[in-house]
């Protein structure tokens, strides 16, 4: 069974700390998203990227970052957390091209407090 | 730019019943139209797709969506609801030539009643 695989489901960080979100997938997929979902908001686009190395901003970039090393890996970074961005962040995946138009692979979510 | 709407935040229907759960879409060109269902504590999960051809697409679990391009809308539906479709379901939008965007809109929470 192909997977987003996001390695904690529920984290607790301090104000100020740097945090780490990490997602896998096995599905060989060219673009890779992270989303934040909040109530009444939906989901906004963060960062994604369309290939190993390759980062592109999103709708809401501010106090994050990103990295894409290998191909099957993509994390998220909040370089210094702040209680704002206590949230759901989900990260999905794609193949490139028409494969893009079969939909988008979601992870389970990394839900994030930051205290 | 582009963006989606769905006006209603939830929608209570009664086991049994027909389901519609309205989206509305803003464009500059022809669109790819997606919708996504979210269960308690899980990601989303792909639900059907509109690219081009037959306005009536459809998808899992017994939904369908039809595309009304003169009322720009895309909305979802189902002839029976049941107790196990309650969930939050997500319209999502891209451009045909914008590129890697997919925009979604702001969720609406579906109670089916037992």
Partial sequence: DVKVTQSSRYL?????????LECVQDMDHENMFWYRQDPGLGLRLIYFSYDVKMKEKGDIP??????????????????????????????ASSA???????????????????V | AQSVAQPEDQVNVAEGNPLTVKCT??????????????????GLQFLLKYI???????????FEAEFNKSQTSFHLKKPSALVSDSALYFCAVREKTGGFKTIFGAGTRLFVKA
């Fill in chain 2, 52 to 62: 081009t051809g037959d306005n009536l697409v459809k998808g899992s679990y017994g």
């Fill in chain 1, 62 to 91: 501010e106090g994050y970052s990103v990295s894409r090393e290998k191909k099957e890996r993509f994390s998220l970074i909040l370089e210094s957390a702040s209680t704002n961005q206590t949230s759901m962040y989900l990260c």
């Fill in chain 1, 96 to 114: 490139a091209g028409t494969g893009s138009l079969y939909g988008y692979t979601f992870g389970s979510g990394t839900r994030l407090t930051v």
């Fill in chain 1, 12 to 20: 607790v960080k301090r104000t100020g700390e740097k945090v780490f």
């Fill in chain 2, 25 to 42: 879409y803003s464009v500059s060109g022809n669109p790819y139209l997606f919708w996504y269902v979210q269960y308690p504590n899980r």
